[in-house]
C-alpha cells in the first residue's frame, strides 16, 4: 500500500520544520511506504495541482491540515475510486471530530495504517465544488476577518474568536428564500443558513448535531433568532447539547437572499452573491480510516 501524505505548509500552529519533523514519525508508521508533498507550495493553487499530479501514482491520499486542506484534495482528484484520509493538523478540524479521529496526529496514522473504507456522501456547491460543510451568511465575513489577522500573525481559536469580536457589531441580516427538494419557505431576518453532510462545525461545536455523513441527504439549519438566542445557541453547539428546531434535510437545496452574502466551504470564504445552489452526492466520497 503507498500512502501519500499531502501537506498544507500554513495549517494549526506549528511551523513547516515542526511539520516536517513530525511527518518522519509519521511515516514510519506506514513502515517508510509513505511519501510527502507540499511543505514547498505556496498557494491553494499549487497545492492542489501537485495532489492532482502525484494521485495516479498513490493508494491512499492523506490530507494532513485542516477542513479546506481536505477540500482541496477533494477537489484536485478526478478519480472518484481514489481513497483519501484525513490527519488533522489545524485548528478547528469538523471533519476529525465527525470521523471520531484521536487527537494525536500518530494515533491518527496508526488508525489509518490499519483502517478500511467508508463510503460517504459529499455537497456539490453550484454545480462547481464539492463539500462537506457550507454556510451562507455573517459567518463568511468573519472568516475573511480570520484570514486578515492570520496573516498578521494571528492563529488557531484565538483568531477566530478575534475576528468575531472585531466584526459582531457589524453582522446585518438578510430575508432567504429557501428551497428543499421544491418546497419554498420564506425566512426573516437571517445570520447564517448552514448546509451540511456533519453534525461539527469547527472546534468541536456541533452545530447540527441531526447530520448524517453516509445518509443521502443535505442537512440545513438556520439561525434567524434574535442575537441573545443565536449565541446561547452556539454556546449549546460547543456543549453538544441536543438537537435544533430550525433543522430540515432534503436533497437538494436553493438558497436565495435579498442581500448579497458571502459563501463558505469548509472553512474558507469560496464568494459573494444572492444565490447559491447545493445537492447531495450519495456516495462521493470513499474514506479510508
Known sequence: MRYGIFVNPKAGDTTVNEKRA????????????????GLDTESPEEFRSLVAEKADEIDILIAAGGDGSVSDVVNAVDNEEALLSFLPLGSACALRDALNLPDDPIDVARQIARGRQHKLDLILC?????????????????????????EDGQQGFTAYLAAFASVFGDMDRTEMTVSLDGETLDLPDVATAIVTKIPYYGYRMEAVPEAVFDDGNLHLRVFNENWASIVANVAKA???????????????????TDKPRFLHIDGNVAREGDSFRFRVLPGALRMWY
Do not use: P
Open 22 to 37: 513530525m511527518l518522519e514519525d509519521i511515516c514510519a508508521v506506514f513502515d517508510d511506504d509513505c511519501a510527502v508533498y
Open 126 to 150: 453550484d454545480d462547481d465544488r464539492k463539500a462537506f460543510v457550507c454556510a451562507v451568511g455573517v459567518e463568511g465575513k468573519i472568516l475573511k476577518r480570520r484570514e486578515e489577522l492570520q
Open 238 to 256: 460547543w456543549l453538544g447539547s441536543g438537537a435544533s428546531q430550525s433543522h430540515r434535510q432534503a436533497r437538494e437545496i436553493h438558497i436565495q
